[in-house]
């Protein structure tokens, strides 16, 4: 575009043979019109800048080292930086107070050198009444010593590349970057603190909706820049998954929808201030260990249902959305479960030792119930290999008008719920955690051992040994001891060939419940597959080439034999009639020489 005049204050325009001067006031800047500047020295401030109009600095600059060259003061409308900063250290400054940018400031500068927003002699603050956008090069906030200097955008902030500086320089200082519309950050940018002096703040406060996405990795790590959410109503939502280090919820939530959210730690979060898990997404906490870690979430920005997660074991990335309701998974009676679920998944696939405490109010129980009082509570974990639910018993306390439920010995990683003993399962909850059963064959006898994590009302363990993985015996019992500290071992003499061992778990009121199979000196068969599960008539079961005629059994909870099938040597599958059995959770048992595999599957 061209410079323009007005003989009649704007009605008619001709195109002008001069350049603005402090006496040529008449030149005004057209809106959608742009003016490009490449000498710093032109009077550009003396014209009028109609709304939608823009200046649009470009050429190269060689401002010194850490030196600067100042933007004339002026009202402007949208300003553009297309220029090449020459001196890794010298800056081009927009810092005086009377630069007013009344549109978008977009800024892309090819050179070592960088832009600076705010001034450092006189209360210095920036407002950019429109859009921020950094497409090149280095820009930043404060470069001062003993000062605050705040850069405000009232429309958008994005990164597309470079670096955004909020602090550089100078002890006693701060940089303050507050966004009230949307906020970018794409993976080829860089956000944060580049000094470990001073403080650095990113707020977010605009009283819409602001949608917020900050690519993993572009969050500068090495010294801590804040990131506020202070909004009264509205919501953040996440745009794209989500990396930064530090979360404070001084006010307002945030709702992930579909996408991730990592951070190191969250600050003041409660009952009114948490992250809304309303889609796929989940929130993720670094570097668990041993000190227990709050997962602030809610499913919806009106239920917060929170967890807490302790790990005694290797210290892990660990990740917990809540979803509402039972979508997509089947219960035996969802009116004795608390209304939602929790899907916790760990980074590093085991190594965990999980003390898990999920949060929620009774309005969350079904009608109001109150399980505190209503009967044995459990900690429904879902097997997502063999799709089944298998439930702990539980210990249930109260803080103030939250129940808080509590299991401990968690190693593996799924859907967990919580309710009374039959929301999940028709069988009975297991009276135990089993942290490992193992078993060594030795010249002349077996040892088999064991390690629990929680114990509640276990009466005994009986061990029971099969020579075929269908008929089991009874070889020995070990009572409850609480001075094992949950760790049991047996030995088991006189037995020289194939052997399978599993345990029969017994509570104190006469129920029991069975451990997995171990079998010694053989292996298992590696791929065995169950579909559908849960079943309501056919299920198809594949498996690896069988070496021998071999059978397929089915047993029920209690570890009755309910079916055999016989299966011809080199068989690969088989369709099972499953219409006969009663509703529960049944065993696949295949044997094949001195191979095994089992797996469970439900019936409806």
Same mark, same amino acid.
């Given at each position: ?34 003016? %490009?500047? #490449? ?13 939608? %109009? ?5 050429? %190269? &600059? ?79 906030? $404060? ?25 550089? /320089? ?25 000094? #470990? ?13 602001? !949608? ?17 959410? !202070? ?41 009114? =201030? ?44 660990? %990740? ?8 997509? &998974? ?55 290999? $063999?799709?089944?639910?298998?439930? &702990? ?74 020579? !075929? ?9 070990? $009572? ?20 399978? &061992? ?46 021998? !005629? ?10 009755? /034999? ?40 439900? =019936?409806?």
């Amino acid at each position: 575009s061209t410079w323009k005049t007005s003989a009649d204050v704007g009605t008619s325009w001709n195109v002008s043979t001069l350049t603005p001067t402090a006496t040529a006031a008449a030149i005004t800047v057209q809106e959608n019109h742009t003016v %490009s500047v #490449n000498n710093l020295s032109y009077p550009y401030d003396a014209a009028t800048y109609s709304a939608g %109009s823009t200046l649009k600095i470009t050429g %190269s &600059y060689s401002p010194g080292a850490n030196a600067g060259t100042q933007i004339k003061a002026g009202n402007y409308q949208n300003l553009v930086f297309d220029v090449n900063v020459t001196d890794a250290t010298g800056y081009l400054s927009i810092g005086d107070q009377a630069v007013l940018i009344a549109g978008d400031l977009i800024v892309d500068n090819t050179g070592s050198g960088s832009l600076l927003t705010t001034a450092g002699n006189n209360s210095g603050n920036r407002i950019v009444q429109g859009n921020f956008t950094l497409n090149n090069g280095n820009i930043f906030v $404060n470069r001062n010593s003993g000062s605050t200097r705040t850069l405000t955008v009232n429309g958008n902030f994005t990164l597309n590349n470079g670096n955004f500086w909020i602090k550089t /320089v100078g002890t006693n200082s701060a940089g303050v970057l507050d966004v009230k519309g949307h906020f970018v950050v794409t993976s080829s940018a860089t956000i944060g603190r580049n000094t #470990n002096v001073g403080s650095a703040t990113i707020n977010l406060t605009g009283t819409a909706d602001q !949608n917020v996405s900050v690519a993993p990795g572009t969050y500068y790590t090495a010294n801590s820049t804040s990131f506020v959410v !202070n909004k009264s109503a509205s919501l953040v939502r996440l745009s794209g998954n989500t990396a930064i280090p530090v979360v404070t919820l001084t006010n307002g939530k945030i709702a992930l929808g579909n996408y991730d959210l990592t951070v190191n730690s969250l600050a003041s979060v409660s009952e009114t =201030k948490y992250i809304v898990t309303d889609g796929s997404g989940s929130l993720t906490i670094n570097n668990i260990g041993n000190t227990e870690v709050l997962f602030p979430v809610g499913p919806t920005a009106t239920r917060y249902l929170p967890a807490t997660i302790k790990n005694a074991g290797t210290v892990d990335h660990f %990740s917990v959305r809540v979803q509402p309701g039972f979508t997509g &998974y089947v219960l035996a009676d969802p009116t004795k479960a608390v209304q939602a679920l929790w899907h916790i998944d760990e980074a590093v696939e085991g190594g965990s030792d999980v003390t898990l405490k999920m949060k929620y109010t009774n309005t969350e129980e079904n009608e109001g119930a109150n399980f505190i009082s209503g009967g044995v509570h459990v900690v429904a974990h879902f097997d997502t290999e $063999n799709q089944t639910w298998e439930s &702990y018993y539980a210990t249930i306390s109260r803080d103030g008008d939250y129940e808080v439920v509590t299991v401990e010995g968690i190693e593996s990683f799924s859907p967990f719920g919580s309710g009374l003993a039959g929301a999940f399962d028709n069988g009975t909850p297991l009276p135990v955690v089993i942290k490992a059963f193992n078993g060594n064959k030795l010249s002349q006898h077996n040892v088999l051992s064991w390690e629990l994590s929680t114990e509640l009302n276990v009466s005994k363990y009986i061990i029971e040994r099969s020579l !075929n993985g269908v008929q089991y015996t009874t070889v020995g019992t070990l $009572n409850y001891d609480a001075a094992k500290a949950g760790k049991y071992s047996f030995e088991d003499f006189g037995i020289s060939t194939l052997a399978y &061992y599993r345990l029969k778990i017994v509570n104190n009121d006469g129920s029991f419940s069975y451990s997995k199979i171990i079998m010694l000196n053989g292996a298992d068969i590696k791929n065995l597959t169950i579909t559908p599960n849960p079943v309501r008539d056919n299920v198809f079961v594949t498996f690896d080439r069988l070496k021998t !005629n071999s059978k397929l059994i089915i047993t029920s909870q209690n570890g009755q /034999v309910v079916k055999q099938i016989p299966l011809a040597v080199n068989s690969v599958q088989t369709t099972i009639d499953a219409s006969s059995l009663t509703a529960g959770m049944y065993t696949i048992v295949i044997v094949d020489g001195t191979n095994m595999q089992t797996k469970r599957f439900v =019936k409806l």
